[in-house]
């Protein structure tokens, strides 16, 4: 079966998910949220009251991990040993987690074939940071989503609100800069675009602009 695979990638807070999963259902593929697998161990490191930085302690809880991705009415939800911990996972001290944990080596192996597999069984939009340059080097079509750390913050920002989480801009501000460092310093598959994606600087494009650029950069090249 000869199968699709788009890799959408990008810093945090560039609305990659929104956008990847607009964009699944507007051309009924399968999307993957890659970052959701990272919260996910995030989250279990940090029940488990281990440093989320400790590399070896990191990877000794690994084999107590069991992670499923569900599909509910197009909806990816993500099932922690048995727990759907979907909406758990989207705190700041679960992102700042899964930003350490996804610096681990052991880590990122252990969560590869997983993402691997679906583009192997599905037509897939797969988001992330190293998905155009390690998981899917081969992906038809890739596209690096950016926008400035301003502009990010603020759609972040609005975006814990509206759930209900209290913070302040300043600290959503320093979490996302915090977390371009990490993700960009980083050892292992470093956040930065493959050679061949297509960049898309979305700082001045509201999210009905940004989607119509993808669906074009898509159809230009399937």
């Given amino acids: ?19 990847a999963r607009m964009t699944a259902k507007e051309f009924g593929y399968i999307y993957v949220d890659t970052g959701a697998l990272y919260r996910t161990v995030g989250l279990f ?15 000794a809880l690994l084999p107590e991990i069991r992670i499923e991705m569900r599909y509910a009415g197009g909806v990816q939800r993500m099932i922690l040993n048995g727990e759907d911990v979907t909406d758990l996972i989207r ?5 700042m987690a899964a930003s350490e944990v996804s610096a681990i ?3 990122r ?10 583009a192997k069984k599905y037509n897939v939009i797969m988001d992330g940071r190293d998905i155009g340059t390690v998981v899917l080097p081969d ?13 990010r913050a603020r759609r972040r920002f609005r975006e814990l ?3 209900g989480v209290e913070t302040d801009f300043e600290t959503v501000l320093r979490d996302i800069e915090l977390r371009d460092r990490n993700d960009s310093s980083r050892d292992i598959a470093p956040l930065r675009p493959a050679p061949d994606a297509v960049m898309c600087d979305t700082t001045e494009h509201d999210l009905e602009a940004s989607f119509a650029l993808i669906r074009r950069i898509i159809r230009e090249r399937i």
Avoid: C, H, W, Y
């Fill in 1 to 19: 079966m000869n199968t699709v695979a788009i890799a959408i990638d990008g810093p945090s807070g560039a609305g990659k998910s929104t956008l």
């Fill in 45 to 59: 490191t940090l029940r488990r009251g281990v440093d989320t930085k400790d590399r070896e302690s990191v990877a």
């Fill in 91 to 95: 705190t700041p001290e679960v992102s």
């Fill in 105 to 107: 080596p052991a880590v």
């Fill in 109 to 118: 192996a252990f969560l590869l074939d997983t993402q691997r597999d679906m």
């Fill in 139 to 151: 992906a038809r079509i890739k596209i690096f989503l950016t926008a400035s750390a301003a502009e």
């Fill in 161 to 163: 609100r509206d759930r």
